[in-house]
């Protein structure tokens, strides 16, 4: 069993930067990849970022270049820095974590995105 942690996330103007963090706790040493998701009002949840635990990492076309995100190992945290931000980046951001094949999911974070 994992728990999932996040913080972070608010309202920011468009061009703006953000970070979400988020923090995992239980059998963390069981956790193979850490990331994060997003879900816009009507739209399905979508993978907006993914770390690995070989260092792969990979992101959705839509924020490539624009977001980062950073894992711990040792702290079992993953960051989300998010710059250049848009409007259409404004959701519910989700971590989550993958164990087994097991989807865990943090309780999510409004980010909005708006002048």
């Known amino acids: 069993q994992v728990t999932l942690v996040e913080s972070g996330g608010g309202s920011v103007q468009p061009g703006g930067s953000l970070t979400l963090s988020c923090t995992a706790s239980?059998?963390?040493?069981?956790?193979?990849?850490m990331g994060w998701y997003r879900q816009a009002p009507g739209q399905e949840r979508e993978r907006v970022a993914l770390s690995t635990k070989d260092g792969t990492t990979m992101y959705h076309d839509a924020v490539q270049g624009r977001f980062t995100i950073s894992r711990d190992g040792a702290k079992s945290t993953v960051s989300l820095q998010m710059n250049s931000l848009k409007p259409e980046d404004t959701a519910v951001y989700y971590c989550?974590?993958?164990?087994?094949?097991?989807?865990?999911w943090g309780q999510g974070t409004q980010v909005t995105v708006s002048s």
């Open positions: 989550n974590a993958v164990v087994m094949g097991n989807n865990y």
């Open positions: 239980g059998r963390v040493f069981t956790i193979y990849a």
